[in-house]
């Protein structure tokens, strides 16, 4: 079970930290990945990292998103800094696997939701 926390209303410009957490170390021994979902819009990955730790970020959100490990494996971040109204969504922890170069969710935790606005 994986469960994510930390988001909330936020003003534009803002920033928060999502968390995270599983019952078990399973961040350590797979690839992650957070994705977020919008209303009425796809469903978009906006980070991921591989198990020996590189990153890639989704254009909407480099240089502003930084995703992030523990060092026990228990527990995943995502930081969010100069937050805009377009990044409100509900946003998912994942594990996963790469094929191919990108990203594939296999299991997913439950969300927290985001928003954005003044």
């Known amino acids: 079970l994986m469960q994510a926390s930390g988001g909330g209303l936020v003003q534009p410009g803002g920033s928060l930290r999502l968390s995270c957490t599983a019952s078990?170390?399973?961040?350590?021994?797979?690839?992650i990945g957070w994705y977020r979902q919008a209303p009425g819009k796809e469903r978009e990955l906006v980070a991921s990292?591989?198990?020996?730790?590189?990153?890639n970020y989704a254009d909407s959100v480099k240089g502003r998103f930084t995703i992030s490990r523990d060092g026990v494996g228990n527990t995943v971040y995502l930081r969010l800094i100069s937050l805009k109204p377009a990044d409100t969504a509900d946003y998912y922890c994942?594990?996963?696997?790469?094929?191919?170069?990108?990203?594939?969710?296999?299991?997913w935790g439950q969300g927290t939701q985001v928003t954005v606005s003044s």
């Open positions: 994942t594990v996963g696997q790469f094929y191919n170069g990108r990203y594939y969710a296999s299991y």
């Open positions: 078990r170390r399973v961040f350590s021994i797979n690839p």
């Open positions: 990292m591989s198990i020996g730790g590189t990153t």
